[in-house]
């Protein structure tokens, strides 16, 4: 059972940046897939960025391509989301997974999710 921990989340402007972070309990960290997520009440989840267990490869939502920069630190169990020129509709709720497989956009890949933490940017 992988635990996942999201920090960072917050209030910003428009314009600002965060760094999320994403704490995994599980010593073959390495081993897993990891995407980050978010979702605005109402509305269904939304894929935002992946990486494979390496970090050698990366993929991103169309919406979020040249702000967002997914990375990891398999020494530290850790996945990072660095988000800048943030936008008042990257506003929700932020979540990060882990999947088995080696990279997915589809959140049903996922066998792990964090609680999630909350982004607002404000206008």
């Known amino acids: 059972q992988v635990q996942l921990v999201e920090s960072g989340g917050g209030l910003v402007q428009a314009g600002g940046s965060l760094r999320l972070s994403c704490a995994a309990s599980?010593?073959?960290?390495?081993?897993?897939?990891m995407g980050w997520f978010r979702q605005v009440p109402g509305k269904e989840r939304e894929f935002v960025a992946a990486i494979t267990w390496s970090g050698g490869n990366s993929y991103y939502a169309d919406s979020v391509k040249g702000r967002f920069t997914i990375s990891r630190d398999n020494a530290k169990n850790t996945v990072y989301l660095q988000m800048n020129s943030l936008k008042p509709w990257d506003t929700a709720v932020y979540y990060c997974a882990a999947s088995s497989i080696p990279v997915s956009t589809y959140d049903y890949d996922y066998d792990y999710w964090g609680q999630g933490t909350q982004v607002t940017v404000s206008s």
């Open positions: 599980e010593r073959t960290f390495s081993s897993y897939g």
